[in-house]
């Protein structure tokens, strides 16, 4: 990888930190102002719990597909760990693979459902909805990428180096 890939590579994992950073902000902040307004105010805000329900799954969804890197996954590699090396890159590769189809073959459902969604929006900010569940596409396309590179890692390189 040249110099200035790599520059921009951690330009933009930076870029994709910060805007996992920022939802979590927002998250937290309309929680205590959701909190406040229902307990001290006794005036609760519907906008606030939608605000937290959506980041929260952006977060989630956005952070797995591109925060966390493959050794950043729980994992019980209990029956793993006692294979010899050809064993281990036998199981990455089937695991990646497995996961990859399984996610690979959900897309186009997904899809249909996200395209379905921009008919609803939501109760209380009227979001359309397909925009809300539309980082479940970004996830799921993520997961098969990483997926599909694991099992081609778990070929060429040493055992476990994919994690």
């Given amino acids: 990888m040249s110099t200035d890939s790599k520059l921009w590579a951690r330009w933009f994992s930076r870029r994709v930190d ?64 006692a294979l010899s090396e ?27 459902y996200v395209s379905f969604m921009k008919i609803e929006t939501s109760a209380a900010l009227g979001w359309r909805m397909h925009l809300v569940f539309s980082i479940y596409l970004l996830f799921a396309v993520a997961i098969v990428v990483r997926q599909a590179w694991a099992v081609l890692e778990a070929f060429r390189s040493p055992a476990g180096a994919t994690r």
Wanted: some cysteine; glycine content about 8%; overall charge negative.
């Fill in 86 to 112: 050809r064993g281990r890159r036998i199981v990455d590769a089937f695991c990646g693979l497995a996961l990859a189809l399984i996610f690979g073959l959900g897309l186009p459902g997904a899809w249909s």
């Fill in 18 to 81: 910060d805007a996992a950073g920022l939802m979590m902000a927002v998250m937290f902040m309309t929680f205590i102002y959701q909190v406040a307004m229902r307990y001290v105010f006794n005036a609760p805000a519907a906008w606030a719990e939608e605000i937290c329900v959506t980041a929260w799954m952006w977060v989630v969804l956005w952070g797995t597909a591109l925060v966390t890197r493959g050794d950043d996954t729980i994992r019980i590699d209990l029956l793993r760990d």
